[in-house]
């Protein structure tokens, strides 16, 4: 979503599951309103989170014009969930494989005939997003698939999303690429202060953990880890905005926040 919007809405990370919730980017221009929805992968749940992130894939299906199914070139599917839910939908299915920069021709040729036989989509790209090859072949045919209807919002507006949220996002975003293992699985990310001032922006966040020695990890030695996240974190926030933050981190441990829908839902999870 990020190459098709033109902007960094959705994190970005080698690890799975990093897409937690459903987040809406608005592309604008004189004829069309474009409103891509960006959602978690599809998984079996094996607890409260999880099941939270399927309703969010499955409020997109439901109201979903088109849509855009991205794969990796070297991603393994068998008959699972995802094709399932796929072959089910009545909207029109175009299938994104992705990464073929890291490909030869034959691997995506051979990718290409494995879909078309598993899916039989409406059509299948073959695109570099990080290249930002094949893209505007992709905008074209949404463009073809829109249904006529009048603006839902503003001309404006990126998206639905408040810039506590994508705060939040990029703090998360250093976790999972700093961390292994459970840690970013078993962290979210609150923003509790956000205060803009003439010459720089405040922002204090809360990370959740499950276990102290979850907290013990994130920290580190002295303190050596989230500074480290703090300090990457606020690299990515000033970029966003654009101008001077200050940002203070603090580690908060809440015992099996995951399953708990109370917590799920004070963070923002649907039931």
């Known amino acids: 979503m990020n190459a098709l919007v033109g902007e960094k809405m959705s994190i970005i990370t080698p690890k799975a599951q990093t897409t937690r919730h459903r987040i809406m980017g608005i592309v604008n221009d004189d004829d069309h309103q474009i409103i891509f ?28 014009d088109l849509i855009l199914f991205v794969t990796d070139i070297h991603e393994k599917f068998d008959e699972n969930d995802v094709i399932e839910r796929l072959r089910k939908t009545d909207s029109p299915v175009a299938v994104l494989i992705n990464k073929i920069d890291k490909s ?7 990718k290409i005939a494995f879909w078309e036989e598993k899916l039989n989509p409406d059509v299948i790209f ?41 705060v939040s996002e990029m703090i998360r975003e250093k976790i999972f690429k700093l961390y292994d293992k459970e840690i970013p699985y078993s962290t979210e990310v609150i923003v509790t202060s956000y205060k803009e001032e003439e010459a720089i922006t405040r922002i204090a966040a809360e990370i959740i953990v499950e276990r102290d020695s979850q907290k013990n990890i994130l920290i580190g030695k002295a303190g050596a880890m989230i500074k480290k996240v703090g300090t990457y ?26 399953r708990k829908k109370n917590y799920l839902k004070k963070f923002g999870y649907d039931d």
Do not use: C
């Not at 030869?104 to 051979?110: A, T």
């Not at 970029?239 to 015992?255: A, Q, S």
């Open 37 to 64: 929805s960006d959602t978690p992968g599809v998984i079996k749940p094996n607890y409260s989170l999880q099941e939270s992130m399927m309703n969010f894939v499955q409020g997109s299906l439901i109201d979903a």
């Open 104 to 110: 030869s021709e034959e691997e995506v040729k051979n």
């Open 126 to 166: 073959a695109i570099s997003a990080l290249l930002n090859h094949g893209v505007a072949g992709i905008m074209g045919y949404i463009k073809e698939k829109l249904p006529i209807h009048p603006p839902y919002y503003e001309k404006d507006e990126l998206t639905d999303k408040s810039m506590r949220f994508f």
């Open 233 to 258: 974190a606020r690299q990515d926030i000033e970029e966003f905005i654009g101008g001077k933050v200050f940002l203070e981190l603090f580690v908060k441990v809440i015992p099996d926040w995951r």
